[in-house]
């Protein structure tokens, strides 16, 4: 079983985050981000939202305790005025072949544990209704499905799925 650390990500973990990305995209275990391949351009924005300079997107990422390569990330992104200032809404992904070892849910509940620190009242998640893994895991952490959005995403192959909204309040 693997041994991870879980902590937040800084700017220069961001190739490790791509990778994961990458793999997953590359591997079609991601089969539910409705991306086929990973972009220079989502690179850069990966780059801009783990900068220190900006204030309502973090990650959480595992890292192998082994081999000190990142196999999870988990994104935390919120506002910092308004009326949905008390929302923090998360996404998911595990390197292709890493599933099912439990670093998902570690991160999500340190991810909850976080939030409710900072004094959050609601996580959100919205998942692609056939990604059973990410419904089983929401569930698992005590995420409650609220409802269903149709044809919310739009693919790379022009299609349109529906996506379900998981909410936990904290
Ligand atoms: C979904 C995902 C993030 C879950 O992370 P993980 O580390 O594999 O999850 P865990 O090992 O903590 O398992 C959580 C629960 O989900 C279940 N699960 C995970 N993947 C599953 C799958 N593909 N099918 C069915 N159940 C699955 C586990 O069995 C576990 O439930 P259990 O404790 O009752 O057995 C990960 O499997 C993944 O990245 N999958 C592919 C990409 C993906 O779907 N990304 C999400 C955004 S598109």
């Known amino acids: 079983m693997i041994s991870v650390t879980i902590r937040k990500a800084r700017l220069d973990d961001a190739k490790g985050i791509a990778e994961v990305s990458k793999q997953g995209l590359k591997q079609k275990t991601w089969i539910y981000t409705g991306s086929n391949k990973y972009t220079s351009k989502r690179y850069k924005q990966l780059l801009d939202r783990l900068s220190p300079k900006n204030s309502t997107f973090k990650m959480f990422i595992a890292i192998d305790k082994k081999t000190k390569k990142v ?59 056939k990604n059973i893994g990410s419904i089983r895991m929401a569930e698992k952490c005590g995420f409650k499905l609220e409802g269903t959005k149709r044809k919310a995403l739009l693919t790379d192959d022009g299609k349109y799925l529906d996506v379900y909204v998981f909410g936990k309040l904290l």
């Open 71 to 129: 196999v999870g990330q988990l994104s935390y992104s919120f506002r910092k005025t308004g009326r949905q200032k008390h929302i923090v809404g998360f996404g998911w992904g595990v390197y292709p072949g890493f599933e099912g070892q439990g670093i998902g849910t570690k991160l999500l509940k340190y991810a909850l544990e976080q939030a409710k620190k900072k004094g959050f009242k609601r996580a959100e998640a919205e998942v692609v209704v």
